[in-house]
């Protein structure tokens, strides 16, 4: 229950029904954008509620219809006696998402757009919520409408070609065309790269803390959440399940699992902690192999990986109680550098040394850059849509085979079967459709045809 309840009506009836039950002004007079002071009434004359009533009137609302914004007092009482009200009025309760369909149906928002009114709405993280907004005010969009435009320019001028088969004319540059295919294909391949980062940001980064007993993970976990999370102990196969748990870093969520040691089970519920072990590994993002510097070789070191480190996933290597090391071994953390130069991170989880700099080995080593939420204007270009990111695929396919028709001199009816393939590919992103009119409305606004 908040203070302040918002009931929304929009249609073609919305003001009407709204004016059944306010005493105030006639809305149906009112400009829109307009906020008017009255009362909801019900028949009897009784006054249900005090309340303000914004006005938004067609098409300049969020649907493009007639639209009523009542806010009452929060009561839930309250609320649902307005509701019944309308609904006796001729309202109907909207159905999940309708309001964003009507805004779609009517060209507010094209499809992409209206999905990331979802995504900003779920988004927990600044970069997740730049993406969504970035995306709701149409940069995606833009993009993928400059790549349509190209597209059928060159398509009109081929099935131009088509209708002047008999006179073996050649409207289409086959060279111009062949570097437009090139120049989306590059922009296509950065945005479907793009998707990697894009799906990290909305869903968080799967990263699983691992490695053998007493290397100090739970610790680490601890240290990285500055809590005592999980419970630590020098006594091995302490951890017997996982410990999941969330760190945010400069708005990106990194879902981090403890596990149990990797060894050879001393009892039942320990071999089930490591067979649990395996399966979050085996869905890793991101591994986090930790190891006990004072107790394993480089070599040992490299033999675990081998068995662990999932492919895709990318990793970090922990080296854990350098602090205890380097009292006996000054040179220890150049002698361990030379094994694994690229992943390889020297720190004390006991005493959090090291903290900021494997938290921003974590962030680099999933956007690869220092800091994305400081960049919004990168945001534009950042896929994190399945389905769109699937859709660039096809298009990106299906350009490449016109590549190849063109190095293979076939058919412009073949060529043109293949844009269209695009194009169609493109339009299931932005939910707009690819018709003859299309093609037809781009020639006769070029081309001096039937002048």
């Known amino acids: 229950m908040g203070a302040i309840g918002v009931i929304r009506l929009s249609g073609s009836r919305a003001l009407e029904i709204c004016q059944q039950f306010f005493k105030g002004k006639n809305l149906l007079k009112q400009r829109s954008h307009t906020l008017h002071f009255g009362a909801i009434t019900n028949p009897a004359g009784e006054v249900i509620d005090e ?6 009137k067609a098409p300049h609302s969020y649907t493009a219809e007639d639209t009523v914004e009542v806010s009452c007092h929060g009561s839930p009482y309250i609320l649902q006696q307005v509701l019944a009200l309308f609904i006796g009025g001729g309202a109907r309760l ?36 730049q993406i969504a907004l970035q995306q709701m005010r149409g940069g995606f969009s833009d993009q993928l409408q400059m790549l349509r435009e190209q597209l059928i320019h060159f398509a009109s001028l081929i099935e131009l070609e088509l209708d002047f088969s008999t006179e073996d004319v050649e409207f289409a540059d086959r060279t111009q065309l062949t570097a437009l295919i090139q120049q989306i294909l590059q922009t296509l391949e950065q945005l ?58 400069n708005g990106i969520t990194f879902r ?12 039942t519920i320990e071999a089930i ?13 991101l591994l986090l192999y930790v190891f006990d510097v004072t107790a394993l070789s480089p070599a040992e070191v490299t033999a675990d990986l081998a068995l662990l ?17 380097e009292a006996q071994m000054p040179n220890a953390h150049d002698y361990f550098s030379r094994f694994f130069p690229d992943t390889y991170l020297p720190l004390s989880a006991r005493y959090r040394s090291g903290m900021q700099q494997l938290k921003d080995a974590l962030y680099h080593s999933v956007t690869g850059t220092d800091n994305l939420a400081q960049n919004p204007a990168t945001a534009a270009t950042i896929v994190s849509n399945v389905r769109h990111a699937e859709a660039l695929h096809g298009a990106h396919h299906a350009l490449e085979q016109v590549l190849q028709g063109i190095q293979l001199h076939i058919s412009g009816e073949l060529l043109a079967a293949d844009i269209k393939t695009a194009l169609a590919y493109l339009a299931q992103i932005t939910g707009s459709d690819i018709t003859p ?9 070029k081309f001096c045809i039937g002048k």
């Open 94 to 129: 909207a159905k999940p998402g309708e309001f964003t369909l009507r805004a779609f149906l009517h060209g507010k928002l094209d499809l992409s757009q209206a999905e990331a009114v979802a995504d900003l709405i779920a988004s927990e993280t600044k970069a997740a919520h």
């Open 273 to 285: 902690g490591v067979e649990k072990t395996m399966q979050k590994i085996a869905q890793a993002t």
């Open 256 to 267: 981090l699992i403890d596990t149990a040691g990797i060894r050879e089970a001393q009892d």
């Open 51 to 56: 309340v303000l009533v914004s006005v938004f």
């Open 437 to 445: 009119d299309d093609l037809l409305g781009n020639i006769f606004s």
């Open 309 to 325: 480190h999932p492919q895709g996933a990318a990793l970090l290597v922990i080296a854990n109680k350098m602090d205890e090391l």
């Open 192 to 249: 479907i790269h793009s998707f990697e980062l894009g799906n990290v940001i909305k869903n968080g980064v799967t990263t699983v803390i691992a490695g053998r007993p007493n290397a100090g993970k739970s610790t680490l976990l601890n240290a990285l959440l500055n809590e005592e999370r999980a419970i630590v102990s020098e006594i091995a196969g302490t951890t017997r399940d996982t410990i999941e748990e969330t760190l945010n870093i």
